[in-house]
């Protein structure tokens, strides 16, 4: 008997010893699992009691905790029946973020040749990352700092491991469909905050919608948007400058928010039960 690789995840971010939008990507992972056709090998509140039983042990308090479901042990072979039980792993590990170098100039990206999800699977948050890693790879050989998928029809998709969005010249934030990009969840809250940017006259709107690649080089800002790396400014694409090449103000805003929010909106934060 043999360990089967296949499986989905989740990626979770602790901060100040409480879980931020666990619910959230709990569910996500609930419907990952169901389209990979694994039954959870627990009920749900049990993975969320390990989960932070373990980040308590652990005295994890500025972490990522990682849920992974496996199909389970079984044969060479690609038959689920040879599975006979799905198992749970649980990672934590020290945060993530981006470089700082990054997060103060911005990155330098370029459009990948390694093609965007299919539609129809793209919400399936799987343990192949083989695609990803091999997005990163190209934009480092060009000696860049990481790729944009496209889908067939030109369109903007995601990153690596990252949803993108852009503001257009008069101030809309646009984020592309999730027919070929994952729903990423902290893309989703970064959208909902961004409407308090409306109100402040930072921005005139907020949209889903098909972002051509050429809009997208005429942007006055584009960021990458993820839960190791909430918002991260991009100031230059294909070659091309955005913004004149430095971060802008809505990328900023929208990281201070996203933190505020890690920090204060307890209605998102689940506690650690810390035995101290």
């Known amino acids: 008997m043999v360990h089967r690789g296949d499986g989905v995840f989740e990626a979770m971010e602790i901060h100040r010893g409480k879980v ?16 990979a056709a694994i039954e959870f090998p627990m009920p749900e509140s049990e993975i969320r009691d390990i989960l932070l039983e373990t980040a308590a042990v652990g005295q994890a308090r500025e972490a990522i905790c990682r849920v992974f479901i ?3 042990t079984g044969g060479f072979s690609v038959d689920p029946r040879q599975c006979d039980q799905s198992h749970l792993y649980l990672m934590i590990t020290a945060p993530e973020g981006p470089a700082p170098s990054h997060q103060l100039r911005g990155m330098r990206v370029i459009t990948t040749e390694i ?19 091999l997005m990163e790879r190209e934009a480092q050989l060009a000696g860049l ?4 998928a496209l889908d067939a029809n030109g369109y903007l998709a995601e990153g690596s491991n990252k949803n993108v969005a852009i503001v257009t010249p008069a101030g809309e934030l646009k984020t592309p469909t999730f027919r070929h990009a994952l729903q990423g969840t902290t893309l989703r809250r970064v959208m909902q905050l961004a409407e308090g940017l409306v109100e ?11 972002i051509p690649r050429a809009e997208a080089y005429g942007a ?6 993820a839960t190791t790396l909430k918002t991260l400014p991009i100031i230059e694409f294909d070659g091309h400058p955005i913004g ?7 990328v900023r805003r929208l990281r201070e928010m996203l933190e505020q929010d890690m920090r204060e909106n307890e209605s998102l934060l689940t506690p650690i039960p810390y035995q101290d």
Request: charged letters at 20%; aromatic letters at 4%.
């Open 115 to 133: 093609p965007a999800r299919a539609e129809g699977v793209a919400q399936l948050k799987c343990c192949n990352y083989m695609p990803n890693a």
């Open 70 to 72: 496996s199909r389970g």
């Open 145 to 148: 700092d990481s790729a944009i």
């Open 244 to 250: 004149g090449g430095v971060p802008g103000p809505v």
């Open 220 to 225: 006055s800002e584009i960021m990458f948007v």
């Open 20 to 35: 931020y939008q666990m619910t959230a990507h709990m569910d996500r992972l609930g419907r990952s699992a169901e389209m």
């Open 200 to 210: 402040e006259g930072l921005l005139s709107g907020v949209k889903q919608t098909d």
